[in-house]
């Protein structure tokens, strides 16, 4: 069985379904448990290898399927690449699945276009995510989003650069060519981000300077990195598993703002973002971050975003066109999410649930949905469920095109409608 799950993991992806597969037939038999939950548990944003990621399409499903999630949903940067193969593992462990995108935005000749919205490196520049794309139209998508992976490149390999001249007094360097590029599913319609580039630094200080404590000093005294004490009981522990990944976070945290370069012609303007989810039908979404204190996924530091101007954020997304706004309920507090299920509610967004998963420390079940005032977000992964078969099988047109408005008085009854279709898929 371990060997099946390493599988899923496999180059190859025919041997990631085969495995998959036999690993659904064993757990037909018995022969596998699920992890009990207490609830239905949702979440529609697990990222893949094919932006950055521990697993696979397949095995992310799988951890999903696993954890006791009800549906799973992915999200990858820049990249539906691996959408198409989520969506065949979901149909082999009969699981519900919903597909997207996330992507960042120049919110430039806007409102917001001098403010550090939900990005923690840049100003004016936002991430956003397409939601429930339908089936037929991921091609479009993937059409619309390659030269934007182009132009992102030009800009990976110049931090590249950037970041072998910062450690080069160390003796470190990485090759974008030999140390990136292998890492990534570029070949495959995957895309490379900051991440991948940190992972690779990773490797290469685990190379050059010892586990455990050696790298804990040089973090500290040479690099001048402050880190929590759980993520130095983390580092210190020579023979822990997600060594490379827990440095990965501390190097996103810190690091970032020493190489970082400006994204320009790499991110599509709103209005551009906004045109091709109404074309395709897909929904678009703003991403809340929300002023961050302890960092949920432990790659952000403490730092102000939206919670000032949230009056105008909101003003400003919904003249631009936004559909709906998606959010962790674990990474907030209770009067930032209330406050921001009013402003949905005063503009009519539809709410989505999203569990940032990239890392193997992270689980995919989020507890915080089984409070009551998030029950909302439950049916609404029903609902987007429902919207994607609709879309997909042409039944009718998008959730929240003008056609759907003339046949339903509110948002709330679309949201119904579509539910009522996803639940009985």
């Known amino acids: ?11 190859v992806k025919e041997t990631r379904i085969d495995s998959l597969k036999k690993l659904y037939q064993l757990y037909l038999k018995g022969d596998i448990s699920k992890e009990p ?5 949702v979440n529609n944003h697990i990222h893949t290898t094919y932006s950055f990621s ?4 397949t095995k992310a499903l799988w951890m999903a399927f696993m954890s006791g999630l009800k549906t799973a949903g992915i999200m990858d940067h820049d990249s539906v690449g691996g959408n198409f193969e989520f969506i065949e593992a979901g149909k082999i462990i009969n699981m519900a699945t919903t597909v997207g995108m996330e992507c960042r935005v120049d919110m430039s000749e806007t409102k917001l276009s001098d403010k550090r919205i939900n990005n923690p490196d840049q100003k004016g520049i936002a991430y956003v995510a397409l939601h429930g794309i339908p089936h037929t139209q991921l091609d479009t998508i993937s059409g619309f989003i390659k030269p934007y992976q182009e132009q992102r490149n030009i800009r990976n390999r110049a931090m590249v650069d950037n970041i072998n001249k910062l450690m080069s007094e160390y003796g470190i360097s990485i090759d974008f060519d030999k140390d990136v590029l292998p890492i990534s599913l570029v070949d495959d319609g995957g895309t490379i981000t900051e991440r991948h580039i940190l992972f690779a630094l990773s490797k290469k200080i685990i190379e050059k300077v010892e586990k455990g404590e050696p790298i804990v000093k040089f ?11 759980k993520i130095e009981e983390f580092l210190l522990n020579e023979d822990n598993i997600h060594y490379a990944y827990d440095l990965l976070g501390v190097l996103k945290s810190h690091l970032v703002e020493k190489f970082y370069i400006p994204a320009t012609t790499e991110c599509p303007h709103v209005s551009e973002f906004i045109d091709i989810c109404n074309k ?25 975003f ?38 949905c509610d005063k503009y009519d967004l539809f709410q989505i649930s999203g569990e940032d998963i990239n ?27 429902g919207h994607e078969i609709a879309a997909t099988s042409d039944l009718d047109k998008a959730m929240f095109s003008k056609e759907s408005d003339e046949i339903f008085m509110d948002l709330s009854e679309r949201i119904q409608y579509y539910k009522n279709i996803g639940m009985k898929a």
């Open 306 to 343: 939206e919670d000032d101007y949230i009056e105008l954020l909101f003003e400003e997304i919904h003249r631009l066109g936004f559909r709906a706004v998606t959010y962790m309920p674990s990474r907030n507090t209770k009067a930032q999410l209330r406050k921001l299920k009013l402003l």
């Open 359 to 385: 890392s193997p420390r992270q689980k995919f079940i989020c507890e915080a949905l089984k409070d009551p005032e998030f029950k909302n977000l439950t049916d609404a992964t029903w609902a987007l469920i």
């Open 37 to 41: 939950v207490d609830y239905e548990y």
């Open 1 to 11: 069985m371990h060997n099946l799950i390493e599988q899923l993991n496999h180059p």
């Open 219 to 229: 973090l500290k005294e040479e690099l001048h990195i402050s880190i929590s004490q």
């Open 54 to 57: 521990p697993y696979s399409p």
């Open 280 to 304: 395709t039908g897909a929904i678009s979404a703003y991403a809340y971050l929300g002023d961050v204190g302890d960092s949920v996924t432990g790659d952000k530091k403490t730092q102000k």
